[in-house]
T-cell receptor, first 114, second 110 residues
Framework: GAGVSQSPSNKVTEKGKDVELRCDPISGHTALYWYRQSLGQGLEFLIYFQGNSAPDKSGLPSDRFSAERTGGSVSTLTIQRTQQEDSAVYLCASSSGPPLPAQYFGPGTRLLVL | QKEVEQDPGPLSVPEGAIVSLNCTYS??????FMWYRQYSRKGPELLMY????GNKEDGRFTAQVDKSSKYISLFIRDSQPSDSATYLC??????????FGKGTKLTVNP
C-alpha cells in the first residue's frame, strides 16, 4: 500500500517568510508525528497527534512552529517568520498507535531558509 | 549526556563482512529499541524493533539489547553494497516520541 507522503519535497524560502509543510499518513494510521533532522543534530521530535486527543507539542522549538491535523488524517506543519536555523529536513511519520512502537516515515521536506 | 549516543563513524567494510553497529542509552524507562536505515536523501526505513532485553533476527540482520548495560547492537551478516546507508538507533519509553541516536554512516565496498 501507499506509504507516508510529504509535500513539497524541497522548499527554499527567504528569512521572515512563513512556510507550510504537508503530510499524508498511511491510511488507517491513527498516530502522526513530526520530526526535524538537522546536520549534526540528528532526528528531533517536534509534535505527536493521536486520534482526537490533544497533541503532544513538547518538542516544538518555539512559538513560531505550529501544526494541525484535519479530520484525523492530513497534517500541516507551519513555520512562521522563518529563520536560517530552521533549515533542516522535516520528516513526518505515522503509526497504528500505542502500544505498537513502529513508526513509518515519509521522504521528508528539505527546507532551506536564505 | 545525550539520551542516546551513537558513534557517527564513518564505517567502511568489504563486501561479505560482519558489521556491528552500537548505541548506548541513559534512560532506564526506555522499553522499545528500534533500528532504522536511511539512504541518502530518503526518509528513515524501519528495519526491526525489540522489546526489553534479548535478541531478534530478521534475515541477515540481528538486533540485540542488553538493558543491564543500556547497550543496543545491530549486526549485519554477509554485508552487501546495498547495505551502504546511515543506520539510526531509536528508543521509546513511556511517551510516544522516539529518541534517536545521530546515526552511523556505513559503506560496504564491493
Amino acid at each position: 500500500g501507499a506509504g507516508v507522503s510529504q509535500s513539497p519535497s524541497n522548499k527554499v524560502t527567504e528569512k521572515g517568510k512563513d512556510v507550510e509543510l504537508r503530510c499524508d499518513p498511511i491510511s488507517g494510521h491513527t498516530a502522526l508525528y513530526w520530526y526535524r533532522q538537522s546536520l549534526g543534530q540528528g532526528l528531533e521530535f517536534l509534535i505527536y497527534f493521536q486520534g482526537n486527543s490533544a497533541p503532544d507539542k513538547s518538542g516544538l522549538p518555539s512559538d513560531r512552529f505550529s501544526a494541525e491535523r484535519t479530520g484525523g488524517s492530513v497534517s500541516t506543519l507551519t513555520i512562521q517568520r522563518t529563520q536560517q536555523e530552521d533549515s533542516a529536513v522535516y520528516l513526518c511519520a505515522s503509526s497504528s498507535g500505542p502500544p505498537l512502537p513502529a513508526q513509518y516515515f515519509g521522504p521528508g521536506t528539505r527546507l532551506l531558509v536564505l | 549526556q545525550k539520551e542516546v549516543e551513537q558513534d557517527p563513524g564513518p564505517l567502511s567494510v568489504p563486501e561479505g563482512a560482519i558489521v556491528s553497529l552500537n548505541c548506548t542509552y541513559s534512560n532506564s524507562a526506555f522499553q522499545y529499541f528500534m533500528w532504522y536505515r536511511q539512504y541518502s536523501r530518503k526518509g528513515p526505513e524501519l528495519l526491526m524493533y525489540t522489546y526489553s532485553s534479548g535478541n531478534k533476527e530478521d534475515g541477515r540482520f540481528t538486533a540485540q539489547v542488553d538493558k543491564s548495560s543500556k547497550y543496543i547492537s545491530l549486526f549485519i551478516r554477509d554485508s552487501q553494497p546495498s547495505d551502504s546507508a546511515t543506520y539510526l538507533c531509536a528508543t521509546k519509553g513511556g511517551s510516544e516520541k522516539l529518541v534517536f541516536g545521530k546515526g552511523t554512516k556505513l559503506t560496504v565496498n564491493p
